[in-house]
């Protein structure tokens, strides 16, 4: 194993540099002139143009990419702690808009979008697989019926409306707020503070997870459905074996396999799985925060989280693939 994960890691290295070299050219040559955009009215040309010399802006294509990446995996150094604890960070990698260096502030937003992410895939999945399978296994009885309709009528309502719904609610009939990570203009301490705060990420989080819950079981259902159906599941039930022996031994397994590979798709869910929700429900989170990058250009953030994306989808991808060779003896890492 090892060896495939060396060898794994090279691919990604050079699927990383592909990525990085396509997704430099489309930012860097799309037409428009993203530093006038960003530029504060009250300046001059003379102070546009300033920048532009300070970042490099009309240097060589190949010249900006080499000084963008030399930048990006110093300030990248920086953050994990690779500069013994300086944290010092390239001033020109900064945001157009905010004036920020662009690494930090990826990190804390990451801070910020996590717990929603892992609250949300908590609930998902402990509640997905117990209904789908107990959905299968009574199938055509009232209660499969039940689940049914009740999935279907989530899948069909859009999560936005729900969320306003939700907002409405609960600060007009409870009259607490749960806009934004934790209460605005109130100075909380010790418990009260974690409670605040649980209680504005498990808000948002759980409405998120609605739909997800009512997609996923339909899913867990339908594979159940199928391997229920094998000649080693029948040959097992004709053995006389203890139902949830067949089912939960025999069948749960492979039946779960298809899913292992959905776990490449959390990660890289950080930028664009909670846009959304964090405009909604106020969350200065890593999803919006690109999102209103994309709309004013402002081309440093854009690249850096297209690379950082990309670098989570295929370590999502190689983490999916060994939980899979782990899970079914017929896969073989090679």
């Known amino acids: 194993m090892l060896t495939y994960i060396v060898r794994r890691l ?31 009215p009250k300046k001059s040309e003379a102070d546009l143009e300033r920048r532009r010399d300070d970042i490099g802006y009309d240097d060589p294509v190949v010249k900006k990419y080499l000084d963008f990446y030399s930048k990006f995996f110093a300030d990248l150094g920086a953050v994990v702690g690779f500069d013994g604890g300086q944290e010092e960070y390239s001033w020109e990698l900064t945001s157009g808009t905010s004036k920020e260096p662009v690494l930090p502030t990826m990190w804390r937003k990451a801070g910020v ?34 689940i049914t309709v009740i999935s279907y009528t989530l899948i069909a309502f859009p999560g936005f409306w729900i ?39 498990a808000i948002p989080a759980l409405v998120a997870s609605l739909t997800g819950v009512a997609v996923l079981t339909r899913y867990v259902k339908g594979q159940m459905l199928e391997v229920m159906n094998h000649d ?23 039946a779960s396999l298809p899913f ?24 200065p989170g890593l999803g919006r925060w690109f999102l209103e990058a994309v709309f004013t250009r402002d081309i440093y953030i854009v690249m850096t989280s297209l690379f ?15 939980l899979l060779s782990v899970a079914d003896p017929r896969v073989r890492l090679s």
């Open 163 to 201: 969320s306003l719904l939700i907002i409405g609610f609960v600060t007009q009939t409870l009259g607490v707020p749960i806009v934004s990570p934790e209460t605005i203009g109130v100075d909380l301490e010790g418990p009260q503070a974690f409670f605040d705060r649980t209680w504005h990420v």
């Open 113 to 146: 979008t996590l717990p929603l992410l892992i609250v949300n895939t908590l609930v998902v999945w402990s509640l997905s697989f117990p209904v789908g399978i107990y959905s299968a296994l009574r199938r055509n009885t009232p209660q499969d019926r039940l």
């Open 260 to 283: 292992i590979t959905m776990i490449a798709g959390l990660l890289p869910s950080l930028f664009g799985g909670w846009v959304v929700f964090e405009a909604i429900y106020g969350w």
């Open 308 to 322: 950082v994306s990309a670098a989570l989808t295929l370590i999502g991808i190689l983490i999916s693939d060994i």
């Open 10 to 40: 090279f691919q990604m290295g050079l699927t990383l540099f592909i990525v990085s070299v396509i997704s430099f050219l489309i930012v860097a040559l799309a037409p428009g002139d993203p530093l006038a955009s960003q530029l504060d």
């Open 232 to 254: 080693y599941i029948r040959t097992a039930k004709a053995k006389g074996l203890d139902n949830d022996v067949v089912y939960y031994r025999h069948a749960l397994r492979p």
